[in-house]
């Protein structure tokens, strides 16, 4: 009985695969693909921007599904591909991007930059329907006040959900904004549907974000904190450069530095009260680009050692940079958060 339901259950996944062409090919018992069709995931990822991870099929209904929900039933296959017409493929998309809407992300930069990061990702989401927000918190943004504590930029981003009455609301926090995301949290935890920590610290309770970081670091930024007036870190260039855009051609880079203002240093020491925040049941992923070096590769990296943090948590796995990927292949972030934030 045991071999049965093994055999059974393959040969339901092979289908499904076949049928969306990710399997061997398999002579076809349908009527060849006429000029009238098109190829149905391939039209889906290409031209309408949905990511892979996001199709399957549905062996039971014959439909072709879509965060898993049957989307339409292909016309034919030919060869293991499944087609289907341009039109309803339109009127999937129409009905998608209307439903997207119901989507509110809310996203957090991190340190040593602006909420100009997000621009061209932003952009993206919104193209896809969904409603976007990346609001600036205090100590950021042009001639900002560095005298700041972790609970001012905290309130920054509670007081932007609350004046605008957000629900429902898909929060993503971005390397030192995933410490911002988890305070926020605890504040407003009924207007939040998911937390999105993007290549982002989680400190435990009685953690600082320094206290993330190796040793030699940490002394790093004491020195650059007391070599300031007004209790700032700067970021010197061969540190932004091999670290935060080691995948940016130099003069990417250089460019990319320009955004880089000196960072409030208070909140990056702040030891924080976490105690709330690991009480709450409010789901939780992790968008992790592989070059990301902001975090030293290894026991400090981002992952699996901050998103160990948050205990049950989906995985969302990209390529990229800590400050690069964002402004350079913004469909492709766009497309990894949208996989972060679904139900």
């Not at 695969?17 to 349908?30: A, D, F, K, Q, R």
């Not at 260039?237 to 935060?244: C, G, L, V």
Request: proline share 6%; no cysteine.
């Amino acid at each position: 009985m045991k071999n049965m339901t093994k055999k059974s259950t393959l040969s339901l996944a092979l289908a499904a695969s076949v049928l969306l062409g990710l399997g061997s090919t398999i002579p076809t018992t349908h009527a060849a693909a006429t000029s009238s069709l098109v190829p149905a995931k391939q039209t889906l990822v290409n031209q309408f921007h949905i990511e892979k991870s996001r199709i399957g099929y549905n062996v039971k209904t014959g439909f072709v599904q879509i965060d898993g929900k049957d989307a339409f039933k292909p016309s034919t296959s030919v060869h293991g591909v499944a087609y289907a017409k341009l039109e309803v493929l339109k009127a999937v998309l129409a009905k998608l991007t209307a439903e997207n809407k119901k989507t509110t992300f809310v996203l957090v930069h991190g340190a040593w930059a602006d909420a100009s990061y997000w621009t061209e990702t932003a952009a993206e989401l919104r193209k896809m329907g969904y409603t976007v927000y990346a609001p600036e918190y205090a100590g950021h943004g042009t001639g900002a006040k560095k005298n700041v504590t972790h609970a001012d930029e905290t309130k920054s981003i509670v007081d932007f959900i609350t004046s605008k009455n957000l629900h429902d609301v898909v929060l993503l926090g971005h390397s030192f904004g995933g410490a911002i995301i988890q305070k926020t949290a605890e504040q407003v935890p009924d207007r939040i549907k998911r937390l999105v920590f993007f290549d982002a610290f989680a400190p435990l309770d009685g953690q600082s974000l320094a206290d993330q970081l190796p040793a030699p670091v940490q002394d790093l930024f004491s020195q650059l904190r007391a070599s300031t007036k007004d209790d700032t870190a700067p970021m010197p260039f061969p540190i932004f450069r091999d670290t935060f855009a080691n995948t940016a051609s130099l003069s990417m880079a250089q460019q990319l530095y320009k955004s880089a203002a000196p960072e409030p240093a208070a909140p990056l020491f702040e030891k924080l009260d976490l105690k709330k925040f690991y009480s709450l049941n409010i789901p939780k992923s992790y968008l992790y680009l592989t070059e990301d070096q902001a975090a030293p590769q290894g026991p400090y990296g981002f992952h699996p050692n901050q998103s160990s943090h948050l205990g049950v948590y989906r995985l969302i796995i990209g390529s990229g940079d800590h400050m690069t990927t964002v402004h350079t292949e913004p469909l492709q972030i766009a497309e990894k958060i949208v996989a972060a934030g679904r139900d």
